[in-house]
């Protein structure tokens, strides 16, 4: 059905090895599918025409834009690994007791592998840039020259058991997921009142099994400005059962859902594959029936639950209702009728002859 794709789609990333769902953007600025592919132009003869072409490198890609900050988008384009609990810096107001004793109310940890447990105070009156450096022994640091009572500022480190992290590795590789693109499908007229009045009727689905990040992020942060986080990538081949006899593999598997349609709405005819069918007495065989389109759509077999097969003479060959399989009975021949059960297509028929001998 033709419509008009609108709007920014939502994306929902899971671990491929675990199938558990790692996030659901729901937030997008912009979403957009890039295909290629390289062609190579085969020339020759008089006025070097072309013959044809030779196609290689292709690509199936993201491209998604979040307005939300998620630190996951980073792990996942960085391939690392979230870790609860994190040492970050805090800023605390203290009062200086005797002696010039700073004494804070969390555990300071070290700044670095070598610095030891040091941190930094000012004076509440003063300039950030009047920062001094301290060193911590437990929860204290003096300074003999700060006088009992003083209001000091001080940074330093702690581990908060709440934040998370993850370490960009030098060596990163972005990580890879298993992506599924859901967009809006609206409806189309065909004058500019009608287009003007378009409704949602579906989606187009775009399953990515092997989805991997670019690893690229750029976040531009101004005074008045929001973040937004890239998680574009690419796809990368995928070889199962989708992939049917070509060993080449798939990037995608792309659906068209469109809302309140049924199995049988764009079904023109319905046609037996086997329709000569040739049994001994006792045989048995099951008939296939497809589903045609006649919009370029492949012929699909259908379930034989939803048909209703009848034998017209069931002393030379009997079929199951719902089942389709014939059983021979009897030399001679036996005519079987096959239409669809739902009554709104029962118009959908086709035949199939059993001969017995």
């Given at each position: 059905?033709?419509?008009?794709?609108?709007?920014?789609a939502n994306v929902?990333?899971?671990?491929p090895?675990t199938?558990?769902?790692?996030?659901a953007?729901k937030?997008l600025?912009d979403?957009?599918?890039?295909m290629a592919?390289?062609g190579?132009e085969?020339?020759g003869?008089?006025?070097?025409?072309?013959?044809?072409?030779?196609?290689h490198d292709?690509?199936?890609?993201l491209?998604l834009?979040?307005?939300i900050w998620?630190?996951?988008?980073l792990?996942?384009?960085?391939?690392?690994a979230?870790?609860?609990g994190?040492?970050?810096m805090t800023t605390?107001q203290?009062?200086?007791?005797?002696?010039g004793?700073?004494?804070?109310?969390q555990?300071p940890?070290a700044?670095?592998?070598?610095?030891?447990t040091?941190?930094?105070?000012k004076?509440?009156?003063?300039d950030?840039?009047?920062?001094?450096?301290?060193?911590?022994t437990?929860?204290?640091?003096t300074?003999?020259t700060l006088?009992?009572g003083?209001?000091?500022?001080v940074k330093y480190v702690i581990n908060?058991?709440?934040a998370?992290?993850f370490t960009?590795?030098?060596?990163y590789i972005p990580?890879t997921?298993?992506?599924?693109?859901t967009?809006?499908?609206?409806k189309?007229?065909?004058t500019?009142?009608?287009?003007s009045t378009?409704?949602r009727?579906?989606?187009?689905?775009?399953?990515?099994?092997?989805?991997q990040?670019?690893g690229?992020?750029d976040?531009?942060?101004?005074?008045s400005?929001?973040?937004?986080v890239?998680l574009?990538?690419?796809?990368l081949?995928t070889?199962?059962?989708n992939s049917?006899?070509?060993?080449?593999?798939?990037y995608?598997?792309?659906?068209e859902n469109?809302y309140?349609?049924?199995?049988?709405?764009?079904v023109?005819?319905i046609?037996?594959?086997?329709?000569?069918i040739?049994?001994?007495t006792?045989?048995?065989?099951?008939?296939?029936v497809?589903a045609m389109?006649n919009?370029?759509?492949q012929p699909?077999?259908?379930?034989n639950?939803k048909?209703?097969f009848?034998s017209?003479?069931i002393?030379t060959?009997?079929v199951?209702?719902n089942?389709?399989?014939?059983t021979a009975?009897?030399?001679?021949?036996?005519?079987?009728?096959?239409?669809?059960?739902?009554?709104?297509y029962?118009?959908?028929t086709a035949?199939a002859?059993v001969?017995?001998?």
């Open positions: 059905m033709a419509g008009l794709l609108a709007g920014v929902d990333l899971f671990d090895s199938n558990e769902l790692i996030v953007t937030t600025t979403s957009g599918i890039n592919i390289t190579e085969a020339r003869g008089q006025g070097n025409i072309l013959l044809g072409k030779y196609y292709s690509s199936f890609g491209t834009t979040d307005q998620n630190l996951q988008y792990a996942l384009n960085c391939g690392g979230i870790e609860a994190s040492d970050i605390e203290v009062t200086v007791a005797t002696g004793v700073i004494t804070v109310t555990t940890q700044f670095t592998s070598t610095s030891g040091i941190g930094w105070y004076l509440s009156t003063e950030d840039n009047a920062y001094k450096k301290i060193t911590f437990n929860k204290s640091a300074v003999s006088a009992q003083t209001i000091v500022c908060s058991a709440g998370k992290k960009v590795n030098a060596d990580s997921v298993h992506a599924v693109m967009i809006g499908l609206f189309a007229g065909t500019k009142e009608t287009l378009s409704s009727i579906g989606d187009v689905v775009i399953d990515i099994p092997s989805f990040l670019e690229a992020q976040i531009g942060l101004t005074s400005g929001i973040g937004t890239a574009s990538g690419s796809a081949a070889f199962d059962g049917g006899c070509n060993d080449h593999g798939y995608a598997v792309i659906s469109i309140g349609v049924d199995e049988f709405a764009n023109s005819r046609v037996v594959g086997n329709s000569d040739e049994l001994a006792t045989e048995t065989q099951t008939i296939d497809y389109y919009d370029g759509t699909k077999l259908l379930d639950s048909l209703t009848t017209d003479t002393g060959a009997t199951g209702a089942t389709g399989v014939v009975v009897a030399n001679g021949t036996a005519n079987i009728e096959i239409v669809v059960t739902d009554t709104n029962s118009n959908l035949y002859v001969t017995v001998s």
